[in-house]
């Protein structure tokens, strides 16, 4: 069953005269449960795409429905509150305010919500337990590394138990091993129930999804739209076809 349905989805950016073509007639069916990486080069739409399926950013033409939802109609109080409702967003840079702790940094989001402020740490100390970092709650982020840093970002992305994740390079910033760190854990999250999304350049991250899009010049290549799985041959095939040419 297809949690996200994008249809017909054009992106175009105006810059003075110009109009630059960021999506061209993207159409994809996400299902519940699924953990898909979105692959390509860069200005290929990557991160247009993930904006637009965050409801961040408003299609230029097509229709993007959540759990049967059309999200772009709906007026921006209505999308912000969906989007704290069915979507967490982990960043490449963390994007954690310094002068919190951690604990404070995942309640975060509950702060919008009706929970009292020892539910909210109650919340929060529930999902660090989670992702390993129950005994590092009351530190500073610059007291972390960055394995934990994202890790950190990773539960404030849970606490409201969204049902989608949508992750920006969520290993750009470290290094092979603490990257596969963060990707086993988000592969038991996965498991756990959530959908995960991922912008990803990195190959290696290829083995821990179910599946891989992938965008050229905004477009979808072929297979692509309606949810077929690739296996990992045909996966390194595609990662390969996108390097450049030397």
Do not use: W
């Not at 953990?35 to 290929?44: C, D, E, L, R």
């Not at 007291?143 to 849970?158: D, M, N, P, T, Y």
């Not at 390079?169 to 498991?191: F, Q, Y």
């Not at 290829?206 to 799985?229: F, P, S």
Request: aromatic residues 4%.
């Amino acid at each position: 069953m297809s949690l996200i349905r994008l249809r017909n989805v054009h992106k175009i950016y105006s810059t003075g005269k110009e109009q630059v073509p960021a999506l061209q007639d993207v159409s994809l069916n996400i299902g519940q449960k699924e953990f898909v990486a979105i692959m390509g080069p860069s200005g290929s739409g990557k991160s247009s795409l993930l904006s637009i399926l965050g409801g961040l950013s408003h299609p230029t033409k097509g229709s993007v429905t959540v759990d049967n939802i059309d999200v772009y109609a709906l007026d921006v109080e209505q999308r912000a509150d969906l989007r704290r409702e069915y979507v967490g967003f982990v960043f490449q840079s963390f994007q954690l305010i310094p002068y919190l702790t951690v604990a404070e940094n995942v309640m975060l989001p509950l702060t919008v919500t009706a929970y009292s402020r020892q539910e909210q740490g109650s919340k929060a100390i529930d999902i660090l337990e989670k992702v390993g970092l129950r005994s590092k709650a009351l530190r500073l982020p610059d007291e972390l590394s960055g394995g934990e840093q994202q890790r950190v970002a990773i539960a404030r992305a849970l606490v409201n138990q969204p049902p989608i994740i949508l992750a920006d390079e969520p290993t750009g910033n470290l290094d092979s091993a603490t990257s596969k760190e963060i990707m086993d854990l988000l592969r038991v999250l996965n498991d756990a129930g959530h959908t995960f999304i991922i912008v990803t350049h990195n190959p290696e991250n290829t083995r821990y999804v179910d599946r891989c899009i992938h965008l050229r010049d905004g477009k979808l290549c072929d297979g692509d739209a309606e949810g077929e799985q690739l296996d990992q041959a045909s996966m390194r095939d595609s990662i390969a076809s996108m390097q450049p040419k030397i």
